[in-house]
């Protein structure tokens, strides 16, 4: 997209003429929002008007008709965490393995963080020409006394699911860990191999303060 915020939403809201065709403005993934370059910032998805609707059925399959019940409920919603990452989600690139696996949604795990940290602050952006910008900067006391996730983005799946990922890739070794998605229900993360049947098989005696 251009570098200057006009011209951006009138080429993003009227499109662009390529030949006989016209592509609409669609998104800018997560990532396509941080790509940058002395031609332009933002690299954006523009599909050809006449498939347009085709991005309606996709928004609507991959988050199982999420974004139609937030558009009915008119809240206020955060565009990046709650529609763009899923759509993103959707195109990024990934191999179908095996069968759906049984999946169980635990309470994310917290850990209380107290301490002080220090962030850069931009205190003033002076332009200087086309090619640059001077930008200074000052230290800024940043203390942290909350909750946090310790495990964001973080699951484990028995020997078997793993044993079907091995096989599925065609890989002659072990495989000990993952990157996933899951469509639809919005998984994007790591997990590890750890037989957690057997572990709890062994080791469980009675509900803890941990339990659920």
Known sequence: MPKNEEDAKKEFIEGLKLGD????????????????????K?????????????????????S????????????????????????????TAAQPIGDMPDIIVLSQAKFHLKKDYKTVKKDKLEEKDEEGKTTEYTLEDCPVDDDIDVFD???????????????GLGLYYP???????????????????????GYLAEFYKEDTDFSI
Not at 21 to 40: C, F, L, N, P, R
């Open 153 to 167: 983005g973080g699951g484990i799946a028995t020997p078997e699911v793993f044993g079907q990922i091995q096989k």
């Open 175 to 197: 495989v000990e860990f993952a990157i996933i998605r899951g469509y639809g229900i919005g998984i994007k993360g790591m997990i590890t191999k750890f037989d957690i049947l």
């Open 42 to 62: 933002c690299e954006t998805i523009f599909v050809r008007e006449d498939i347009y609707s085709f991005t309606q059925e996709f928004e609507n399959l991959i």
């Open 64 to 91: 199982l008709g999420k974004f139609e019940a937030i558009e009915k409920k008119a809240e206020e919603v955060c565009i990046n965490k709650d529609i763009l990452s899923r759509i993103s989600l959707g195109l």
């Open 21 to 40: 065709d016209t592509y609409k403005g669609w998104i800018a993934t997560t990532a396509g929002m941080k790509v940058e370059s002395k031609q332009g």
